[in-house]
């Protein structure tokens, strides 16, 4: 049962304020920590909340979590683009959007979302990598997509797919338990 009570303001306070720590953290560990596999980076905090969305979604069956995991999105991609040299609110947006697909594609069908994940994962890293290029496109240089769509695109939907997987599988795991 719910808290007849509404929370405490400092208790909403701090609960969004360890939220954007959070997410801090994940994206220092994504452009720090992580390596780059073939020249390409793994998106990790897209990967992230994408997986612990999925899980939400089959767990309650509705979209309840997707305001929240948008939020978590716009402070992992601000985060993002402190720790980058792109331009600020180009890693937030990419992120919403493709948080915000994944959400409306998966939340309407009612099958097993893990036969879900893998298209997913796929969509979404589509989504953020081809979001990120074209707003890289627009304000710094002209990218050539079949190179870009060769190099980058194909490798980073394949690690998406091997790192994220394993990632849905342990939080469906954990978060069931």
Known sequence: MGDPQPRRVEVRIIIELARIAGMIVLALVQVTLMP???????????????????????MHGTLARTALVL??????????????????????????????????????????????????????????????????????????????AVAVLAPAIALAVLVGMPLYLMMRWRLRS
Not at 42 to 58: D, N
Not at 85 to 110: E, K, T
Not at 118 to 123: F, K, R, Y
Request: proline share 4%.
């Open 71 to 148: 939020r978590l999105a716009f402070y992992g991609g601000v985060a993002l683009d402190f720790l980058t040299a792109m331009r600020l609110g180009s890693h937030a947006l990419a992120l919403m959007s493709a948080i915000v697909l994944a959400a409306l594609l998966c939340g309407q069908l009612r099958v097993e979302l893990l036969v879900l994940a893998i298209p997913a994962l796929a969509g979404a890293v589509l989504v953020y990598a081809v979001g990120l290029a074209l707003i890289y496109h627009s304000t710094t240089i002209a990218l050539e997509w079949q190179p870009y």
């Open 36 to 58: 780059m596999l073939g020249g390409v980076p793994v998106p990790l905090v897209l990967l992230w909340l994408l997986c612990w969305l999925l899980v939400q979604i089959e």
